[in-house]
């Protein structure tokens, strides 16, 4: 579940094109979708990356999500406080670990989850949650 399957320009990911891609965990990213509903969805594209969509609130990103056969990956950065709080919630325990682990950069920690089933949705699920409640 690495390879990219849209990684050219002209190859703007569909409904039907993702499904196809993400195969079983395409339901997992019409429920991020549907989370982060209140936010700016637009797919942009780098020549290196290909495509991937960016949800935000039109001045900062929530999150990217990135295709991938057979999964999909989500890359996001915290804030320090947010960081903070998410390690002392005890409902995200079983990210604990990845977030004490992320590296600061400017924008602030950056956190990557490989999504491919239910089990590495769930926690994320929350994670995402937690941030927009935060954030709002």
């Known amino acids: 579940m690495t390879e990219r399957p849209s990684l050219e320009k002209s190859n703007e990911p569909t409904e039907p094109t993702l499904q196809a891609a993400l195969g079983s965990a395409y339901t997992h990213y019409k429920r991020i979708i549907s989370v982060a509903n209140s936010y700016s969805q637009d797919w942009t594209f780098t020549p290196k990356g290909g495509w991937m969509l960016k949800v935000s609130d039109r001045k900062k990103a929530l999150l990217y999500l990135i295709p ?42 950056a956190l990557q989850f490989d999504i491919s089933n239910k089990d590495e949705f769930q926690p994320v699920a929350v994670l995402i949650k937690k941030l927009i409640t935060i954030r709002s």
Not at 80 to 99: P, Q, S, T, V, W
């Open 68 to 109: 991938l056969n057979g999964g999909f990956k989500i890359s996001l950065s915290i804030r320090e406080a947010e960081r903070d709080a998410f390690l002392r919630d005890g409902e995200l325990g079983m990210l604990h670990d990845k977030i004490a682990a992320s590296k600061r950069h400017l924008e602030g920690f």
